[in-house]
């Protein structure tokens, strides 16, 4: 186990579509690409989700950065994507692993792959679905897989061990790289780091703590004392 961020080998993605925030995140290496989707759009008020996303791309031409399709159609899904691919060589063009009725998309997602779309096809949770994926890309210049590992958790179920089966998986087939998605707290970066997974995202709010990673606890121990000290003493309170 590492404890030394620089010493990482895990990819950190910043996740979010707050242009300030991802231009803040674009100036530190330690960000090596970006994540979107539309619920993050719409919660910073995003209307115009194309202009939004060109906008980015133009301040973020040299790094991955995912955009996601919003049909439920896998036939206008295929046609998002393909426009969303326009937008940059550094774009991949996320596609849920099933639309709204459970209906799985391993079929568009076997035909953007083989038709050169860098796909990170998102929302999984389960073995299965990593197989069936993984297969569907098949061989590829550049892939991801996003497996929401926070959200197996939340399922009160330990999700490190269908991570390190997905890795497995995957190893098998070129290009491919699994994304740790949706995580929970800092520890997981460093979990995601020793099992091998190549990417995490981790939000802004989560990145602006980065620094804890590998600090002595005696000192972050101090630390937190001194600041419920401080707090108290601002606070003017009394008893």
């Known amino acids: 186990m590492t404890s030394k961020l620089s010493d990482f080998t895990v990819r950190i993605f910043a996740d979010g579509a707050d242009k300030a925030g991802i ?15 539309p619920t993050l759009m719409r919660k910073v008020g995003i ?19 995912s955009f ?40 568009l997602v076997r035909r953007l792959a083989g ?26 210049e550049e892939a991801y897989i996003s497996v929401f590992a926070g959200r197996i958790a939340d399922a009160g179920i330990d999700p ?13 087939r070129t290009g491919q790289s699994l994304i740790w998605a949706s995580p929970r707290e800092l520890l997981n ?3 995601a780091n020793d099992i091998g997974c190549q990417v995490i995202t981790v939000t802004n709010d989560s990145l602006a703590k980065l620094g804890s990673i590998g600090k002595d ?9 001194k600041m419920f000290y ?4 601002s606070a003017g309170f009394a008893v």
């Open 23 to 37: 231009l803040q995140q674009y100036a530190n290496p330690l960000i090596k690409g970006f994540t979107t989707n």
């Open 47 to 65: 209307s115009d989700y194309e202009a939004f996303a060109r906008d980015i791309v133009a301040h973020v031409p040299d790094r991955p950065i």
């Open 68 to 107: 996601e399709v919003f049909s439920d159609e896998f036939d206008e899904m295929y046609r998002q994507a393909m426009k969303i691919k326009s937008w940059g060589a550094n774009v991949n063009v996320k596609i849920p692993v099933t639309n709204t009725r459970g209906e799985s998309s391993v079929d």
């Open 115 to 140: 038709e050169g779309v860098k796909v990170n096809v998102t929302a999984l949770f389960t073995i299965a679905q990593v197989e069936a994926v993984s297969a569907a890309i098949g061989n590829v």
């Open 160 to 172: 490190l061990p269908t991570m390190r089966k997905s890795l497995e998986i995957m190893s098998a």
């Open 189 to 191: 970066v460093v979990q």
């Open 217 to 225: 606890l005696d000192e972050f121990s101090l630390d937190t004392v």
């Open 230 to 233: 401080n707090d108290a003493a």
